[in-house]
């Protein structure tokens, strides 16, 4: 079987997951997220970022790694600063997992994303992909719980990363 790294990087939250595939099959491996450092100079907190990417890659062995491409315009979040930002971070995972694999990761957006794993005509939302990409698995979403017990902002950044590495797959898939 081959094994995807999927990752949605952003400056507040990371997911991160490995799947794995062959033709017939595909099985949720080891989804988590990450938080980037908020406070430091920003190339000490983009180190960290980039170490953490660069020990998961060694530790998940993926064959591929399939990275959310970012995003130019934010509707009702499109500031200068917002852009300049997850841009960052996100070109500093990008590296981090050229430096690790020697190869640089499988970008898709976000719409190219929600199409390909779409289950009917209408795209589905932000916040229904962790019950689609379960629902494509044949799984119980594995949702992360905050500390009043209700279920965390950032199982929707790890449900975006199973939903990048499905993405990948339908693609390779595809391409045969």
Do not use: W
């Not at 794995?20 to 080891?30: I, T």
């Not at 960290?48 to 970012?70: C, Q």
């Not at 190219?112 to 979403?141: G, M, N, S």
């Amino acid at each position: 079987m081959k094994r995807v790294l999927g990752l949605d990087a952003s400056s507040t939250t990371i997911g991160l997951c490995l799947v794995k595939y062959d033709e017939a099959h595909v099985e949720l491996e080891h989804v988590e997220y990450y938080k980037p450092p908020k406070k430091g100079n920003i190339f000490e907190r983009l180190q960290k970022v980039r170490a953490y990417i660069s020990d998961k890659v060694e530790e998940l062995n993926p064959d591929d790694v399939a990275l959310e491409d970012i995003i130019l315009f934010m509707s009702g979040n499109s500031t200068a600063k917002t852009i300049t930002t997850l841009a960052v971070l996100n070109r500093t995972v990008g590296l981090a997992i050229a430096d690790a694999t020697g190869k640089p990761p499988y970008l898709y957006n976000v719409m190219a994303i929600r199409h390909k794993i779409k289950q009917d005509k209408k795209l589905p939302k932000k916040e229904e992909i962790p019950e689609l990409v379960a629902k494509i698995l044949d799984i119980e979403f594995p949702y992360k719980y905050n500390r009043k017990e209700k279920i965390a902002k950032e199982n929707e950044d790890m449900a975006d990363a199973i939903a990048v590495a499905l993405c990948h797959v339908y693609v390779k898939r595809a391409s045969k």
